[in-house]
């Protein structure tokens, strides 16, 4: 529910949420593109429509069934919305650490697949020949796999890597961050 108070000719909007202990509608998911439909980050619906109705931003999809209403006005509850301004955003470097290796290769292990095993990090190409520790040089492996590849690479080992290991970018943790996926963000993600 929105309260609608004017002052001096416009509107001030503020949030209420009803019920008990229950978040609601506007602690939503929602995405938000540059001006250039790059995505940049997920922000809950209250962000959303506060930069609706200030005119920083435009309403690109909608949750369908779903409206935010106030004593005067009454608007649908956003899923995408873009920026009017194109903001330049500083190149966002992901720091290479295990909680990051995990997230990029799933939780899965590169090797057999499996993510119902506990998880270490394994070297690409071992550390006693070179390896480094670099994206492209690390990914998850189970135990078992870990100690069967050894100081060997994974063509030594008959071990072909499931995928290529890669640096990641911060639209690959936005996939991470969102949980469940809603349909409609999937053309804005590269995920269609």
Not at 32 to 61: F, T
Request: with cysteine; net charge positive; charged share 25%.
């Amino acid at each position: 529910m929105f309260t609608s108070d004017s002052k001096e000719g416009y509107s001030v909007f503020s949030a209420h949420v009803q019920g008990q202990g229950s978040p609601g509608r506007l602690n939503a998911k929602v995405l938000i593109l540059n001006q250039n439909y790059e995505p940049m980050s997920l922000i809950n619906a209250k962000k959303a429509i506060i930069l609706l109705y200030l005119g920083k931003a435009e309403l690109i999809e909608a949750h369908a069934g779903y409206r935010i209403r106030s004593v005067s006005a009454s608007m649908p509850l956003p899923s995408i919305v873009r920026l009017s301004m194109y903001v330049r955003v500083p190149f966002k470097k992901i720091i290479l650490s295990r909680k990051n290796i995990l997230r990029r290769d799933g939780h899965r292990c590169q090797y057999c697949g499996r993510a119902d095993l506990s998880l270490t990090i394994d070297h690409v190409l071992p550390v006693s020949r070179g390896g480094e520790e670099t994206w492209e040089n690390l990914v998850c492996a189970c135990v078992d796999c870990n100690n069967r590849k050894g100081d060997r690479t994974p063509e030594e080992s008959a071990m072909p890597l499931r995928r290529r290991p890669m640096r990641p970018n911060h639209v690959t943790f936005i996939r991470h961050v969102m949980g469940s996926l809603d349909e409609r963000w999937k053309p804005y993600l590269f995920l269609h």
